[in-house]
């Protein structure tokens, strides 16, 4: 079992113990089934059978029906509790959508070469943005079609043909 840490329990919902939770995008499109999560409590990890669940896997939000949670009084003892997850249990990141394993990744350019690794990467809508280091300033690229894109993952690398005047902006 390994534990991750997936979002967090908010406010109680109505009467009868169900809580609302919000789970990181990230994680809530990889739950299979949402049968156990782990609430901390006083530094260790709790383990809560979930009875119901419904979850939005684009917000993220989700309203839980936990086991021996069956009023509101139980429920509002939860409020801002970190939920837990076990990552064995979830489905494997699609990387379209969890662009984070390309941090590190070496950026070739067809003509310049190395130009710097990544450091951060934006998701946004319609497409992913690198953030590099080069030559001590920070540089953002789109990786959209346009550019060429190919990802080396067994040598780290992201090569592509990045615009001119890109890199000095």
Same mark, same amino acid.
Do not use: W
């Given at each position: 079992? !390994?534990?991750?840490?997936?979002?967090?329990?908010?406010?109680?919902?109505?009467? %009868?113990?169900?809580?609302?939770? +919000?789970?990181?995008?990230?994680?809530?499109?990889?739950?299979?089934?949402?049968?156990?999560?782990?609430?901390?409590? %006083?530094?260790?990890?709790?383990?809560?059978?979930?009875?119901?669940?419904?979850?939005?896997?684009?917000?993220?939000?989700?309203?839980?029906?936990?086991?021996?949670?069956?009023?509101?009084?139980?429920? =509002? %003892?939860?409020?801002?509790?970190?939920?837990?997850?076990?990552?064995?249990?979830?489905? !494997?990141?699609?990387?379209?959508?969890?662009?984070? +394993?390309?941090?590190?990744?070496?950026?070739?350019?067809?003509?310049? #070469?190395?130009?710097?690794?990544?450091?951060?990467? +934006?998701?946004?809508?319609?497409?992913? *943005? *690198?953030?590099?280091?080069? =030559?001590? %300033?920070?540089?953002?690229?789109?990786?959209?079609?346009?550019?060429?894109?190919?990802?080396?993952?067994?040598?780290? =690398?992201?090569?592509?043909?990045?615009?001119? #005047?890109?890199?000095?902006?």
């Amino acid at each position: 079992m !390994k534990l991750i840490s997936a979002g967090k329990i908010g406010k109680p919902h109505a009467l %009868k113990g169900l809580l609302n939770a +919000f789970i990181e995008p990230l994680i809530a499109y990889r739950i299979k089934k949402l049968d156990l999560i782990f609430l901390e409590e %006083k530094g260790a990890q709790l383990p809560y059978s979930v009875e119901e669940y419904s979850i939005n896997d684009e917000s993220g939000f989700c309203q839980l029906k936990l086991e021996s949670i069956d009023d509101r009084t139980a429920a =509002e %003892k939860l409020k801002g509790k970190k939920i837990f997850l076990d990552e064995t249990k979830l489905k !494997k990141p699609d990387k379209l959508r969890d662009s984070s +394993f390309l941090i590190g990744y070496l950026v070739v350019d067809a003509e310049l #070469g190395d130009v710097g690794r990544v450091t951060d990467v +934006f998701q946004m809508p319609t497409q992913n *943005i *690198i953030q590099i280091q080069h =030559e001590e %300033k920070e540089v953002l690229i789109p990786l959209v079609d346009e550019y060429e894109v190919t990802i080396d993952n067994r040598r780290k =690398e992201i090569r592509l043909n990045i615009p001119d #005047g890109l890199l000095n902006v």
